[in-house]
């Protein structure tokens, strides 16, 4: 089974909303990271918040980090077409990263 | 090279057969990780290597699967006797320090 799970599994928006997308875990963890894929492509790291971190914010995205519930939300501002991606979680374990199936996010221009 | 570069970028094999796939890390990078990608999912571990040193293959799907990396940097994955449940995308990734890997565009493995 796997050690992320991302919520919703599709989200649709219109461009300039804001798009949520939510992550829970199992185990404990040192980090966790998001990662984009556009179709067809490899995995783009976005960004990596620590185990001791609440959030973090890098330009559009914003990320929190809630231990205690073991889930963490990544908030896209302001969505453009070009965020049009599947989005997943990953967090380290024993050096490897494991990847829940991702939320698939349409922004419609 | 500035990324993380694999080939073939799309693989058609027959049952039965062997393949072979190359990724070529970013220069300099200790970590290189191998994953499976089935359609509409997420990608899956397969084994990862420190160096030349192999730490973990226990996302091997069978022992048709085998990866090396002899001298720290290419690796290869290779596939004997193909079946068409091994048709996926094959990702590499490589990490200076296992905090953030860089993804190769990743290998489509098509077996008729």
């Known amino acids: 089974s796997q050690q992320g799970e991302e919520d919703p599994q599709a989200l649709s928006i219109q461009e300039g909303e804001n798009a949520t997308m939510n992550c829970s875990y199992k185990t404990s963890i040192n980090n966790l990271q998001w990662y984009r894929q556009n179709s067809g492509r490899g995995l783009v790291h976005l960004i990596l918040?620590?185990?001791?971190?609440r959030e973090k914010h890098s330009g559009r995205l914003r990320v929190t980090l809630d231990t205690s519930k073991k889930s963490s939300s990544l908030l896209i501002t302001a969505s453009r077409a070009a965020d049009t991606a599947s989005y997943f979680c990953?967090?380290?374990?024993?050096?490897?990263?494991?990847f829940g199936d991702g939320t698939t996010l349409t922004v419609k221009p | 090279g500035a990324g993380v570069s694999q080939s073939p970028r799309y693989k058609v094999a027959k049952r039965g057969q062997d393949v072979a796939l190359r990724c070529d890390p970013i220069s300099g990078h200790v970590s290189l990780f191998w994953y499976q990608q089935a359609l509409g999912q997420g990608p899956e571990f397969l084994t990862y290597f420190q160096n030349e040193a192999q730490l973990d293959k226990s996302g091997l799907p069978s022992d048709r699967f085998f990866a090396e990396r002899p001298e720290g940097s290419v690796s290869t994955l290779k596939i004997q006797r193909t079946q068409q449940e091994d048709s996926a995308v094959y990702l590499c990734a490589s990490s200076p320090n296992n905090y953030g890997y860089t993804f190769g565009s990743g290998t489509r493995l098509t077996v008729v």
């Open positions: 990953a967090t380290p374990i024993a050096g490897k990263s494991t």
């Open positions: 918040i620590r185990s001791n971190e």
